[in-house]
């Protein structure tokens, strides 16, 4: 048995979660009762103490849990830089609701997102453009990548480095693909795209964080094709859609506006002027629209 060392859970099934040393070994750690009894959950991307138990099976047991820096609730996991969200840029096309839903739950948990449109070898011309056009002032990033002609993937990469960054999106727009290039060693599936109904296969059934190198971490998470609000009243909407703030103050009602059915309207009007995305504000009435129907029921 050797001492304490110190190290970060990158993956939780079963019961055992997979502890990483930062040196290129992973241990299979038992969490103690402890923690159980504190109502305490080990998560992805907590960082832990652990002893070793055994060198050779690479078992061991946690010990303590670190402070975390943050704890999210979708996807569960701890100490998150950023989120990378990633869609394809045709086949399928892109599902800007879906989208604008991502950066909703990231807003509301304060995590910074950058969008990555990925299959650029298959856009057509002005796609990019059109794309660019409808976030440039949402507050994010926004990175073009082709995972089959490996494009993009060094800006990717400076994204990344020095932080431990969510990779989510639907199935299908080629985040495996993506993984594999930005850590060849992460070994996912790459589930092909069905020509029939051009859809992914599959692949990600858990998070769980990649060591792209030091201190540089990945999480891989489960696709998704629907995303529900949850803990968001339909009048404060619009605080996560951060576009939105520097029109404010032009409305008549005030921060009392909501921005959808109110006269002299400085954000609707900005919508009118081509300084906010129609595609962004028209996603965000209907997010309001179903908030406001949720509370009625």
Do not use: W
Request: charged letters at 25%; aromatic letters at 10%; one cysteine or more.
């Amino acid at each position: 048995m050797r001492g304490s060392m110190t190290g970060k859970i990158i993956k939780g099934i079963a019961g055992f979660y997979y502890v990483h040393d930062r040196q290129g070994q992973v241990y299979a750690c038992k969490a103690k009762g402890v923690f159980r009894k504190k109502g305490i959950k080990p998560l992805v991307g907590d960082n832990v103490e652990f002893t070793i138990l055994d060198e050779t099976d690479k078992e061991g047991n946690i010990d303590e849990i670190l402070p975390r820096k943050n704890q999210l609730a979708r996807p569960a996991s701890a100490n998150v830089d950023q989120a990378l969200v990633v869609f394809a840029i045709t086949e399928p096309e892109p599902n800007f609701n879906l989208l604008d839903r991502f950066l909703v739950m990231m807003e509301m948990q304060q995590v910074p997102v950058a969008i990555c449109f990925n299959k650029t070898d298959l856009g057509e011309e002005g796609k990019q453009q059109s794309c660019l056009e409808i976030y440039r002032e949402s507050g994010c990033k926004v990175y073009f990548a082709s995972a089959y002609k490996q494009q993009g993937i060094q800006e990717l990469l400076g994204l990344l480095r020095g932080r431990t960054t969510i990779l989510a999106g639907p199935s299908g727009v080629g985040k495996s693909s993506l993984t594999n290039l930005l850590q060849p060693k992460a070994g996912m599936e790459t589930g092909e795209v069905s020509r029939k109904i051009r859809r992914g296969k599959h692949t990600t059934r858990h998070a769980e964080l990649f060591c792209v190198e030091e201190d540089t971490y990945l999480m891989d998470t489960p696709g998704f094709s629907s995303l529900y609000l949850e803990g968001v009243e339909a009048r404060l909407l619009k605080d996560y859609f951060p576009e939105f703030s520097r029109y404010h103050g032009e409305c008549r009602f005030g921060d009392g506006c909501v921005h959808v059915g109110e006269t002299a309207c400085g954000v609707k009007e900005a919508v009118c002027r081509g300084q906010i995305s129609q595609s962004r504000y028209n996603n965000y009435r209907l997010l309001y629209q179903e908030l406001k129907e949720k509370r009625r029921y």
